[in-house]
């Protein structure tokens, strides 16, 4: 089953870089691309970067409407580095990148820029936080980014770091006037992990929500965001805890937030003909009170 399992993400991963997106559904490419630079090259043990960092790239590039770099060492990265895009896209754990890099980065987003927060970006060093693995427990340590959790528009209590087991659920749009949003249909199906107890700033503007496992399945039974947005400064950031890993990041409703959350971000709105990824779904949404 776990050969099987491989040989299937080996597929997906292969189809979406070399069929680009536009093409499948018709879309033009702008006349001059976004340019888009990924954050990564540090991660925690149950998110390795080196196969799904190069995945989001091919994601974007194939649909003709990005130009995309992978920056696998953050730190030392300037002002100066940073002026060369447009938007930002956080997938990055590990340690803190020093006062020149995320000074940098939150100046980007106030003078107008953008970035898009993935998953496993919720937690760690950043918050002042370390730990997390069967060897290792969660606890606070070191000083976190002071900044970081406005920019995410979140804090997660320690406690309160963690999901239920990872299942396919359905994502709900809540917001359908949104340009993230417009025109897509109101759910779409994950298999993933739904992160839950986040706690949101005031700001935070949440577009999908999805409903947890029961209680007793060590969930919550209530919903919980899956994508959200918040401004910081002039700046537009896009977070989801969806993108858990290949599997997960090859969820058509997963390539559709990556997209669109992408352009959103960095100029505000969605082209019309943007691609649509994800097909209309039966599964019920279900919706409670928190």
């Known amino acids: 089953m776990k050969k099987l399992t491989y040989q299937c993400l080996l597929v997906v991963f292969l189809t979406v870089l070399c069929h680009p997106l536009s093409a499948q559904q018709g879309a033009t490419a702008p006349a001059k691309k976004i340019r888009v630079l990924i954050l990564t090259g540090s991660s925690d043990w149950s998110h390795p970067w080196q196969g799904t960092a190069p995945f989001l790239q091919g994601a974007l590039i194939n649909t003709g409407r990005f130009d995309v770099k992978l920056e696998e060492e953050v730190v030392g990265i300037t002002a100066a580095t940073l002026a060369n895009y447009d938007v930002l896209i956080n997938y990055y754990y590990g ?53 970081y959790s406005d920019m995410l528009g979140m804090t997660w209590t320690i406690d309160n770091i963690g999901h239920a087991k990872r299942h396919v659920f359905v994502v709900q749009w809540t917001d359908q006037e949104h340009p993230l949003s417009h025109g897509l249909p109101p759910t779409f199906v994950a298999n993933d992990e739904l992160y839950h107890k986040i706690e949101l700033k005031p700001n935070a503007h949440v577009l999908a929500t999805a409903r947890d496992l029961p209680v007793a399945e060590k969930g919550t039974g209530k919903d919980e965001p899956v994508v959200w947005t918040v401004p910081y400064g002039q700046g537009r950031v896009v977070m989801t805890v969806l993108g858990h890993d290949l599997l997960a990041m090859s969820q058509p409703g997963f390539l559709d937030v990556l997209v669109r959350g992408t352009e959103w971000a960095a100029t505000g709105s969605v082209e019309s003909g943007t691609p649509v990824m994800a097909p209309p779904t039966s599964l019920p949404a279900t919706s409670s009170s928190h």
């Open 95 to 147: 340690p803190r990148w020093g006062e020149v890099t995320e000074h940098a980065v939150e100046e980007f987003l106030k003078s107008g820029h953008g970035m898009v927060g993935i998953h496993g970006v919720t937690y760690g060093p950043f918050f002042g936080q370390a730990g997390g693995s069967a060897k290792e427990p969660r606890r606070m340590e070191g000083e976190p980014w002071a900044a």
